[in-house]
């Protein structure tokens, strides 16, 4: 049995880090060259809202990834993308502004993508809380009961963050192909078919970033419960 398990944690890790690795790999490999275009990632994203009206949407720059900030109305950019000019920096900066026109649309999906995401930050608070609870509450009980229905709940606590980065795929995909490659395509910027090939590359790792991170999840998962076992 613990040779299956140990063969089972194997797989899950592998299944996990690849998706990552993956997503790393195809933005760096079209960074260069670095000066593809005369702009940057910034300087497009600013040209593509402003010629659809989303004047008051800001474009920065971020520590924390590439990302729409729906509260704010902001585009941020990591600095590779922020001021980056190559194939890379544009795709990414459209993909974002692809967020900004669905908020800026009312895309109904976009708005239940919200929600999911401010309920599943609540609810990782609560997984954390339960889960440093389990073992004072099974010691102060001397039973392991309460523990277990603490368990429980902190693991399906846990898992409302996994489903929704799943559920954040179709957007995702919908913000990369039906949004910002037409874009990009409209624009002129992907001039030859080998950089319409790429930039649809880069798209899908930028959709796929969250499926890489539920993969993490489930496997974060499985080492805390396998951490458990005495």
Do not use: C
């Amino acid at each position: 049995m613990s040779v299956i398990l140990l063969a089972f944690a194997g797989l899950m890790a592998v299944l996990s880090w690849w998706p990552g690795v993956w997503v790393t790999r195809v933005m760096a490999q079209h960074r260069a060259p670095a000066d593809r275009y005369p702009f940057s990632g910034a300087d497009l994203a600013r040209y593509l809202l402003d010629r659809r009206g989303l004047t008051a949407v800001t474009v920065e720059r971020t520590p924390s990834g590439d990302h729409y900030d729906p509260h704010t109305r902001s585009v941020r950019l990591s600095e590779a993308n922020f001021s980056g000019q190559s194939l890379t920096a544009i795709t990414v900066a459209a993909h974002e502004v692809g967020h900004a026109l669905q908020h800026a649309e009312g895309d109904p999906s976009f708005a239940r993508r919200q929600e999911m995401v401010e309920r599943s930050a609540w609810a990782q608070k609560v997984a954390g809380w339960v889960l440093l609870a389990i073992p004072v509450i099974t010691v102060l009980e001397k039973q392991p009961a309460p523990g277990l229905v603490m368990l429980l709940v902190g693991v399906l606590s846990m898992l409302v963050p996994l489903f929704a980065q799943l559920a954040n795929l179709p957007i995702e995909l919908d913000a990369s192909f039906n949004r910002a490659l037409p874009l990009l395509e409209q624009g002129g910027w992907l001039a030859r078919g080998q950089e319409k090939r790429a930039a649809r590359q880069i798209l899908r790792a930028a959709a796929f970033t969250y499926v890489a991170q539920a993969l993490g999840s489930i496997f974060n998962i499985f080492k805390w419960l396998r951490g458990l076992k005495p």
